[in-house]
Nanobody
Framework: QVRLVESGGGSVQAGGSLRLSCAAA????????MAWFRQAPGKQREGVAS????????SYADSVKGRFTISLDTAKNTLYLEMNSLKPDDTATYYC???????????????????WGQGTQVTVSS
């Protein structure tokens, strides 16, 4: 079992920055991957970025490349998403997800046995 708790959301103006955190607790695994998804009102949940503990190679959606950075601190069991140059289109509820076992950084589509956090709201005003 894995418990995920997101934090760091908020409201910013376009061009601003936010850093999201996702603290993981529970069972420990040798190979796992984690991801950030987001869902705006009336839209489907979409993958934003993902990373695995091995190999620790980040993967990004085209819409956030060059603006967002995903990182994983295995000592703190915490996943981060640094978001810069935010746009109004980035407004959404952001969710942290984890998959175990997992041997690739490309998280792909959600699966039934993935673990999810409760979400944190990000609002970007123009």
């Amino acid at each position: 079992q894995v418990r995920l708790v997101e934090s760091g959301g908020g409201s910013v103006q376009a061009g601003g920055s936010l850093r999201l955190s996702c603290a993981a607790a529970g069972s420990r695994y040798d190979y796992y991957c984690m991801a950030w998804f987001r869902q705006a009102p009336g839209k489907q949940r979409e993958g934003v970025a993902s990373i695995a503990n091995r190999p620790r190679i980040p993967s990004y959606a085209d819409s956030v490349k060059g603006r967002f950075t995903i990182s994983l601190d295995t000592a703190k069991n915490t996943l981060y998403l640094e978001m810069n140059s935010l746009k109004p289109d980035d407004t959404a509820t952001y969710y942290c997800a984890a998959r175990v076992p997992c041997y690739t950084s490309r998280f792909g589509s959600p699966r039934d046995d993935d673990y999810w956090g409760q979400g944190t709201q990000v609002t970007v005003s123009s």
